[in-house]
């Protein structure tokens, strides 16, 4: 299938990228098809590109990049609608904002995006440890 | 909506196993208690809107700030 996507134009993507969010993600509820495209950045960063509007595409990160150790805390409502039926099946990633200055670059460690990876069902959860931020440092002492 | 008019030291009980308590009313302030199993989601909703705003905020990003993102983690 080919979209337009924010960082490649318009590219070839497989059926295994694809993603499904019943809820959408907050702030873009009606949204529902994403793909997972790897950056140039590589390693922990990936596009999480709408497949209908070019310009809606989240840069996203493992979570345990900033914090190692990092624990998914979620209800029983949300691994039901993500239809999880073991946890290595589960991938967990924060969403980056980046400012103006990018050395205030921060990523939201209490609303993570979850992916089950074998379903291709993806959902935004809230963190039942609220001890997390939703704007935490990227880089440790850079942020505010 | 629902409207019940509770005191202090009053609760109110959703399902089965869902307690909410008024612990202190102080002018403006009212404390309330919540006695919910482990899974079951409870936020202020001003989270909601924060994880809003945030997403909003983040959906700008331009790509080529990948650059810029890379070289945060160089000097370390």
Do not use: C
């Not at chain 1, 939201?108 to 979850?114: E, F, K, R, S, T």
């Not at chain 2, 609760?11 to 002018?27: A, F, H, W, Y």
């Amino acid at each position: 299938m080919r979209i337009k996507t924010k960082a490649f134009g318009e590219i070839e993507v497989s059926e295994k990228q694809r993603l499904f969010f019943k809820n959408g993600i907050f702030g873009f509820e009606d949204m529902h098809n994403f793909v997972l495209l790897d950056t140039e950045a590589g390693g922990p960063f990936y596009w999480l590109q709408s497949e209908k509007v070019a310009e809606i595409a989240f840069l996203i990160v493992d979570p345990r990049l900033v914090i190692s150790s990092y624990k998914l805390q979620t209800s029983k409502d949300d691994l039901g609608d993500l239809e999880v039926e073991k946890e290595e099946d589960i991938l967990v990633f924060s969403i980056v904002t980046i400012y103006d200055n990018p050395q205030n670059t921060t990523i939201n460690l209490l609303g993570p995006i979850v992916i089950n990876r074998m379903k291709h069902i993806g959902k935004q959860v809230i963190s039942l440890n609220d001890s997390y931020s939703v704007r935490h440092p990227l880089v440790a002492g850079k942020g505010d | 909506m629902l409207i019940l008019a509770r005191k202090e030291n009053q609760s109110i009980m959703i399902g089965d196993n869902i307690e909410l308590t008024i612990v202190s009313i102080k002018g403006d302030h009212v404390k309330v208690g919540i006695n919910a199993p482990n899974d079951v989601k409870v936020f202020r909703k001003e989270i909601f809107e924060e994880i809003q705003k945030a997403n909003i905020e983040a959906a700008n990003v331009k790509p080529d700030v990948l650059k810029d993102i890379g070289n945060l983690f160089k000097k370390n």
